[in-house]
């Protein structure tokens, strides 16, 4: 078994939840952004280090794909995007230049969170620290 998400052990309370970036980090922790968007490294996910950089490589029928970074990143990752661009990619799998997202990502499952939901994720991923 591999460590959690830094902070992702701790159970969150009612009110831990009113404020958007916690509800936002709780939400991509119970969906696995950041073990998907994270590289693996000897002992497991590098949450330590490379929290959200991508680079994680999965294989399936659609080929080979690569999880993108997500980290507040200008020039490498989501940085840039507007906040109608970053729940674009959650929910419909479309990157900021319009190219579709390869699975595993899954948007479609993503599609049916709340408008306040994806806010709150959104909030959470600017404040992911930029890592190229």
Not at 60 to 76: A, C, E, L, M
Not at 100 to 109: A, E, S, V
């Amino acid at each position: 078994m591999h460590p959690p998400v830094p902070g992702g052990e701790t159970p969150y309370t009612e009110a831990m939840m009113s404020d958007p970036v916690r509800k936002g980090f709780y939400l991509a922790t119970i969906g696995h952004c950041m073990e998907c968007h994270t590289p693996m490294g000897p002992r497991g996910r590098e949450f330590a280090g490379k929290l959200g950089t991508g680079g994680f490589e999965f294989t399936g029928p659609w080929g080979k794909s690569v999880s993108r970074n997500i980290t507040s990143s200008k020039t490498k990752g989501i940085g840039a995007w507007s906040n109608d661009e970053i729940k674009r990619a959650i929910t419909q799998g479309v990157s900021k230049d319009g190219s579709p997202l390869k699975p595993p990502m899954g948007y479609h499952l993503y599609a049916k969170m709340t408008g306040a939901d994806l806010d709150a994720v959104v909030a959470y991923l600017r404040t992911v620290p930029a890592k190229e």
